[in-house]
């Protein structure tokens, strides 16, 4: 996982910068063809890699990738040339047939969680090659040592040879009463975690003598064994925990003797976890007139100065505290108790109870995620303090469960919280890329999950645009489109996520506006509207589809073709028949064709009677103050520019509409403001060179006077750099321009020498 969220001294909320090492790995992992073939994944000749690299790669990898399969460990196909001894693999596609190449090099820790690909059939390739093993970890979803088909609870028969081992982790296996453990005398960790006992017995580990921790979390039942766990004198860590996901399970007859028996037996113990258990009693600790506790026949004669203790079954720990006490969900609010005998507490009492808990059980997915809502509720009323250790453990939780879904869900809503609040312009980028990072696996790995969805665009929002998700710029956009194009229609989903895809569309440069066309972001976009207008149904989806191909068509005459391509202009004249009153949608459609007007190839197809007449209709609109007569005018500028002989119609005659264009223009406020954002003024000063038709030039001379006289600091240094003083003043010396338009282009020049002369004189 990533390095803990730090807070910097200068106030700034961040995550460890990345060591040079690690900017070297990022390149690799993107760049991976430098050390290897990427046709066949095999290292090139002469390439040696040390094993420190080679472990930190591989995590590496996995953590920013978060994706390792057969293809990818092919890297380490030689066992000398790029040794490994720790592999730790986690949501991975990875199968049997990479899990053989990665054992091959006699490893000492092997950790796998949710690598659902990998079978029984790699069990004998463990006790092949697992002889050197020290660490063994089979997590959720992973169906190794597992005898028929996957998730089935089957026997498990676990006489391999690993002599060396001293931690196991299993999960959901059944343990046959035939199950020895007595050839892994080095053991000192085991994790039985939602194992099942099939009559076996845990006398099977009296015969360790190196045991300090032994978790049988979800193992039920368990009173049977109690008497046997007491015999395990050099235990420091026990966990007999349970989810409370069963009714009943947890539960014991005489919780007080049995927990007591425990805590006199195992006197070496420090950590204990009865979490989801009745064992912590019914609440204050009461004595009898023999001054031994109600129903403990067993708990000797302890003098008062040290019976403070609210949970009876500890009381002889009430003057030697355990370091750590799990009390998550534990009957009658345990965790709520005042005279606790531990320094540590996991519960739901408090922040600090919350956070231990998501500390402790990070590989509990069900536990977990409960953990995750308790600490949604602290950050939705604001009540949540450690803000840094909040959203560690948030991230951690996310990355580490990414195909747990309800962890996702319950992550993602708390992130938004967190994201939401104050502390968000304390983040630095780190962080940033790790949220994002980490909300957008969880988004794509869920991806037809509505309520992720909506929980990840609605965090996302909070972020800004497109500045801090740039990074993950195409992966962000293919999640967005299948939230517009595959969510329910008018729904909440489809509305933020077409939303956000705008929001991007409109701030990025040409080579992203194309990535979007190619990503299909117009057909997309074209089937939201057809669907609206066989329907009759005009809603804000419909008018940020047009404003969403308006932005992408900019300057991007492949995607303005798209849209041509794909019927649009019939969307177009059915948009102006249904919904004519619609300013917004109206001034979004003829934003859009002034893109597509602007590319020469594209103008002979508006040479329509239909459209044409459509266009210098809109002349006379006053819809949206001047913005779609502006748009029209700049649409029959551009198409007339062309020339007479361009001009292929009858009707409405090239005079004409010229005429009515330069009316329009005289009727206009030159004060007007602007809902338009230019990033070039190629294609208007292409036009201001137009003198074989001044009405051409008048039209875009006016552009630049309102432009520069209502917003001169954005566009008064545009016009310079792009050259259009000169071509201004080429104009002014021109013959053939009529007065009115070489007075807007003086008023622009001066304007432009105001703003260069103010600037000149701040820097002085």
């Not at 948030?394 to 580490?400: G, I, N, W």
């Amino acid at each position: 996982m990533s390095g803990r969220v730090r807070l910097k001294e200068n106030g700034i909320l961040n995550e460890d910068l990345p060591t040079l090492l690690e900017t070297v790995f990022y390149f690799l992992s993107k760049n991976i063809q430098i050390v290897c073939d990427d046709r066949k994944m095999e290292l090139r000749e002469g390439i040696v890699i040390p094993n420190e690299i080679c472990d930190r790669f591989l995590a590496y990898h996995q953590r920013r990738c978060q994706q390792i399969t057969d293809g990818f460990v092919q890297v380490f196909r030689d066992v000398d040339r790029t040794p490994l001894r720790y592999v730790h693999l986690r949501n991975s596609e990875i199968t049997d047939k990479g899990i053989e190449l990665l054992l091959r090099h006699n490893l000492t820790s092997l950790s796998l969680w949710y690598c659902n690909s990998v079978t029984k059939e790699s069990r004998h390739t463990l006790a092949k090659y697992g002889e050197n093993l020290k660490s063994l970890e089979l997590g959720l979803n992973v169906d190794l040592l597992k005898l028929s088909e996957p998730n089935e609870k089957t026997p498990l028969d676990f006489q391999l040879n690993l002599p060396h081992l001293r931690r196991l982790v299993l999960n959901g296996v059944v343990l046959q009463p035939s199950l020895q453990f007595s050839h892994l005398q080095d053991l000192q960790y085991l994790d039985l975690t939602s194992c099942i006992f099939a009559e076996f017995s845990l006398e099977a580990l009296c015969t360790l003598p190196n045991l300090h921790t032994l978790i049988l979390f979800n193992v039920w039942p368990l009173a049977n064994q109690f008497h046997i766990i007491s015999r395990l004198r050099s235990l420091q860590h026990l966990d007999i925990s349970m989810s409370s996901s069963v009714p009943g399970h947890g539960t014991y007859d005489l919780p007080d003797q049995m927990l007591a028996m425990l805590a006199e037996n195992l006197s070496n113990l420090t950590h204990l976890d009865i979490s989801g258990t009745n064992l912590a009693g019914t609440g204050v600790a009461q004595k009898d007139a023999n001054n031994s506790f109600k129903g403990d026949s067993e708990v000797p004669e302890i003098p008062d100065l040290v019976l403070r203790t609210d949970i009876p079954g500890l009381v002889c720990r009430t003057n030697n505290p355990l370091q750590f006490l799990g009390l998550y969900h534990t009957a009658h609010w345990a965790c709520k108790r005042h005279d606790i005998p531990a320094l540590e507490i996991t519960g739901d009492a408090n922040e600090e109870q919350i956070l231990t808990a998501a500390l402790h059980y990070h590989d509990r997915p069900l536990v977990l995620t409960r953990v995750l809502n308790d600490l949604y509720h602290l950050f939705r009323f604001e009540s949540c303090k450690a803000i840094h250790t909040a959203l560690d453990v948030v991230l951690t939780a996310m990355d580490r469960h990414l195909r747990f879904k309800h962890m996702q869900i319950s992550g993602s809503a708390t992130l938004f919280y967190i994201v939401k609040g104050r502390h968000k312009a304390r983040f630095g980028t780190p962080l940033k890329n790790h949220i994002i990072t980490t909300l957008l696996n969880g988004m794509q790995m869920h991806i037809t999950d509505d309520t992720m969805l909506r929980n990840g665009y609605l965090t996302l929002c909070q972020f800004s645009m497109p500045g801090d998700v740039l990074f993950e710029y195409e992966r962000l956009i293919q999640i967005l489109l299948h939230g517009v194009s595959k969510t329910e229609q008018e729904g909440f989903v489809q509305r933020i996520a077409i939303y956000l895809l705008n929001t991007l569309a409109c701030q990025v440069d040409g080579r992203q506006k194309l990535f979007l066309g190619d990503l299909g972001v117009i057909s997309t976009m074209l089937c939201l509207i057809k669907d609206r207008l066989f329907r009759y149904a005009f809603d804000d989806v419909m008018e940020v589809a047009w404003s969403t191909m308006w932005n992408v068509t900019d300057e991007t005459a492949v995607n303005c073709r798209r849209f041509l391509d794909g019927q649009g202009m019939d969307y177009f004249l059915m948009c102006l028949r249904y919904f004519p009153d619609k300013d917004e949608l109206l001034r979004n459609m003829m934003g859009l064709l002034g893109n597509v007007a602007e590319v020469k190839d594209l103008r002979p197809r508006l040479m329509t009677t239909e459209f044409i007449t459509v266009f210098a209709d809109l002349l006379n609109s006053d819809s949206d103050g001047i913005e779609v007569s502006y748009n029209a005018a700049g649409v029959l500028a551009h198409i007339a520019s062309d020339g007479e002989a361009a001009w292929t119609i009858e009707s409405p005659t090239r005079t004409d509409v010229l005429q009515r264009m330069v009316d329009a223009i005289e009727r206009w406020n030159l004060d007007s403001e602007r809902n338009i954002n230019y990033r070039s003024f190629e294609p208007i000063l292409g036009l201001v060179r137009c003198y074989e038709t001044p009405e051409c030039q008048h039209w875009a001379v006016w552009a630049l006077a309102n432009l520069t006289k209502v917003y001169p600091e954005k566009y008064c240094r545009l016009v310079e750099q792009e050259n259009g003083i000169r071509i201004l003043s080429d104009l002014i010396d021109h013959m053939r321009p009529i007065e009115s338009t070489k007075e807007l282009a003086r008023m622009v020049i001066e304007r432009c020498a105001m703003v260069r002369n103010r600037d000149t004189n701040l820097e002085g």
